[in-house]
């Protein structure tokens, strides 16, 4: 059955862009605010499952070419190592750090190894969203 | 306030009991979601209800709520979001493995089928 | 800076994520997996070094200070339970090599296998009880994908009963953790062992003891709260009910142990002879079970229970020398139940049954499996020199010290069943007529031997070794006796 979608589609594409623009400042707003990684994560799949919704599987693979259980491990991987690092440090595992940097456009900002941590789960939480939709969804 | 907690967690256990002792798999996986709920909810009254601001630099107050089963009502959501969703794909497959999402007939049998 | 601690959970970990990117690269996948866990024993020889030689290890996660952050702690039973389980896993991984199938191969049975290691290794490195739950909840979840991995129709039904128990277990972990924060306000665990010493256990934190030992017991497998374990351990092909069987359940154990040693042993009266009953009912059904059944992969499958039943026997008692004992006996059981399962792996892929009734004479083709399946019964037993001796006869000393003599007449009594029933397999495995098995031929019998062989030469040199072993035992006791010493090594004071 052919159904028209035009409108769901239409709306769509603009609310799933600022939907992952909001995730983003989510998860850069973490640190000192409510958000992080995980909400981010959460709102950014959700913008994906709404394209799954208005259009199929197919063409939102053709859009975002990504294997999703790869991005678990990249996620995995990222979070794992940042906490890793402090090993480097003689620093005991997970300790984390910060100071402030005078970033171009930007300006005087506070850089945290914390966001690097936060950028894996980011990854894992849309990748494990993602492969269970996908699992469930593909074998209808 | 207390009081009214101890209700709602207690309905709440109630329902995921009454839940989890029916025969579809998908109603018992609700009922392990709502255990799951109470038991936060548990962890947030046993830590004492609110009484402070929030945990936050930023809102300099006097007294602050304790942000700790804070931290661990959000790790138990994620480890719980993460157990309930592997639980439904498996019942998925099951479901279509078997053609029958009632427990009575997913009953094991001594020889191995 | 102790870093070293937290390393058996740190290199499993990261080695189980590199294997995520390479599944479709077999052979990768198993020398990557058979260095890191190599690397694993490794550490953990060190591990025991160091403990041995500066007393207990702590590492501060994050640099949070003690009470308020997370600690993991090495103590000699932490680190002596870590390189049993890598030792472990190493002879599971090799024996996968040629037992567990392409199939399974390539959909991330080596990288789960390592998540399950990282669960195991931090439950006993860790020293705050939340952290336990989530260590718990990785071990779990790497066990449930493990369970159902292959997708066959018994291993998917069974799958779905071991989640629902374990999925209820969690959440009452979680309630329980919830009321003893409420009750002393801290989680580390050394934290609250000294806070309730100074409350000195009133009801409430007995009723918190006894829902701990439903949830523990529920993983463990004891007495009421064992009845999902014989379904669900017969589902899975052998590699993985060995990695269950001897890890798993001894995990839950280890969880009794901390707790009724470390938080609750103020008031022993009600919950440590709730445990000992407990235990004795769990010898008593295991013996029922390994007694009554034909099926090899049962029979083992119901030696775990007993095995349980000792050992907390063997706590319940809490002295030094029935401690010594659980504490011999839990390595012991660890190590030859996961070497029996390989065996019984080898005889069920020989003969494609798991009956009885249906095999027989196997010696004369197979004699070096017969023989090591001879050693490794024996040692379970107890027979001296071998492994199990020692633990046992610690425990009944405990056991006399303390005039329990009908918890001595059971375990000697479970002692002489548990012979019965391996002899059972023994005796109409590999006595009687050769039988022609049509499949034997393809069973890369040697290869499938060789983990096995190695583990109950572990065992061997763990029972001839046990005078030169006793000085880490006695170690490993020392803390449990006097808690005072686990909680000045955490708190520093």
Do not use: C
């Not at chain 1, 005991?92 to 190894?113: E, I, K, N, Q, R």
């Not at chain 3, 010898?283 to 034909?294: E, K, N, T």
């Not at chain 3, 494609?352 to 095999?359: K, M, S």
Request: hydrophobic share 55%; no cysteine.
């Amino acid at each position: 059955m052919k159904t028209n979608d035009i409108i769901l589609q239409t709306v769509a594409k603009l609310a799933s862009l600022v939907i992952l623009l909001f995730s983003i400042y989510i998860f850069f707003g973490g640190h000192y605010s409510p958000g992080g990684g995980f909400v981010g994560g959460l709102l950014a799949s959700g913008a994906i499952v709404l394209l799954l919704l208005a259009y199929d599987l197919k063409t939102v693979a053709a859009i975002l070419p990504i294997d999703y259980k790869l991005l678990i491990a990249a996620g995995l991987l990222i979070a794992v190592l940042t906490g890793a690092g402090a090993l480097l440090f003689d620093a005991p595992f997970m300790t984390h750090t910060f100071s402030y940097f005078d970033v171009p456009l930007l300006g005087h900002t506070a850089l945290h190894t914390a966001v690097l941590f936060d950028l894996g789960v980011y990854l894992v939480v849309v990748g494990v969203t993602m492969t269970i939709i996908q699992t469930i969804g593909e074998s209808e | 306030m207390e009081i009214l907690m101890a209700v709602v967690i207690g309905i709440l256990f109630m329902s995921a009991t009454y839940l989890m002792l029916s025969k579809s798999i998908l109603r018992i996986i609700i009922g392990t979601g709502l255990l799951s709920h109470g038991a936060h909810l548990l962890i947030l009254t046993m830590g004492g209800l609110k009484r402070g601001s929030v945990p936050l630099l930023s809102e300099q107050a006097n007294s602050y709520v304790d942000p700790l089963p804070q931290a661990l009502i959000l790790t138990a959501i994620v480890i719980s979001f993460g157990v309930t969703s592997f639980f439904l794909v498996l019942a998925y497959r099951t479901y279509q493995e078997f053609g029958t999402d009632n427990m009575d007939r997913l009953r094991g049998k001594e020889a191995n089928e | 800076m102790n870093n070293i601690v937290f390393l058996p959970v740190l290199l499993p970990l990261l080695t189980g994520i590199v294997l995520l990117f390479f599944s479709k690269s077999i052979k990768f996948q198993r020398v990557f997996s058979v260095l890191s866990v190599l690397a694993g024993i490794l550490l953990a020889v060190m591990l025991v070094g160091k403990v041995h030689g500066q007393g207990i290890l702590t590492l501060q996660v994050g640099s949070w200070e003690a009470p308020f952050g997370i600690v993991i702690v090495a103590d000699m039973l932490a680190s002596l339970l870590v390189l049993t389980t890598n030792l472990i896993g190493f002879a599971i991984i090799v024996y996968s090599f040629y037992s567990i199938g392409k199939e399974r191969e390539r959909f991330y049975y080596y990288a789960i296998f390592q998540f399950l290691l990282v669960g195991v290794n931090g439950a006993f490195l860790t020293g705050d009880i939340f952290n336990l739950f989530v260590f718990f909840e990785v071990m779990l979840m790497a066990s449930y994908v493990l369970l159902a991995l292959g997708g066959t129709k018994p291993q998917l039904r069974e799958s779905l009963k071991y989640i629902l128990v374990n999925v209820i277990s969690s959440a009452l972990f979680v309630i329980t953790v919830a009321y003893l924060y409420s009750v002393v306000g801290t989680l580390n665990m050394a934290d609250i062992s000294r806070k309730i010493a100074k409350i000195d256990q009133p009801g409430i934190v007995t009723v918190i003891a006894v829902s701990f030992l439903i949830v523990f017991g529920l993983k463990g497998a004891i007495f009421p709260l064992f009845f999902w374990l014989p379904g669900s351990y017969y589902a899975p092909p052998i590699p993985i009910i060995a990695l269950f069987g001897a890890l798993l359940t001894k995990v839950g154990i280890y969880s009794i142990l901390r707790t009724y040693t470390l938080l609750f042993y103020h008031d022993q009266g009600y919950t440590h002879q709730l445990l000992g009953i407990l235990a004795l009912l769990t010898i008593i059904v295991g013996v029922i079970g390994a007694v009554g059944y034909w099926d090899m992969k049962k029979i083992i499958i119901y030696n775990i229970v007993i095995a349980i039943g000792v050992i907390i026997f063997g706590i319940s008692l809490m002295n030094q020398q029935s401690l010594s004992g659980s504490i011999f006996y839990i390595i012991h059981d660890m190590i030859i139940k996961a070497a029996l399962f390989l065996l019984i792996g080898i005889i069920i892929k020989i003969t494609g049954t798991n009956n009885l009734r249906e095999i027989s004479g196997l010696i004369k083709a197979y004699p070096y499996v017969g023989w090591t399946f001879f050693i490794a019964a024996i040692s379970l037993v107890g027979i001296p020199p071998f492994s199990g001796f020692a633990g046992k006869l610690l425990i009944l000393q405990g056991a006399v010290k303390a005039g329990s003599y009908i918890g001595m007449a059971v375990i000697l009594l479970s002692s002489l069943m548990v012979l019965y029933s391996l002899m059972k397999i023994f005796i109409n495995g590999f006595w009687g007529i050769p039988r022609a098995y049509p499949d034997a031929d393809r069973v890369p019998v040697k290869m499938l031997l060789l983990p096995a062989v190695l583990l109950v030469g572990v065992s061997i040199v763990y029972g001839f070794g046990t005078e030169a072993m006793y000085p880490f035992i006695s170690q490993a006791t020392e803390p449990l006796i006097d808690p005072g010493i686990y909680i000045n090594a955490v708190l520093k004071e």
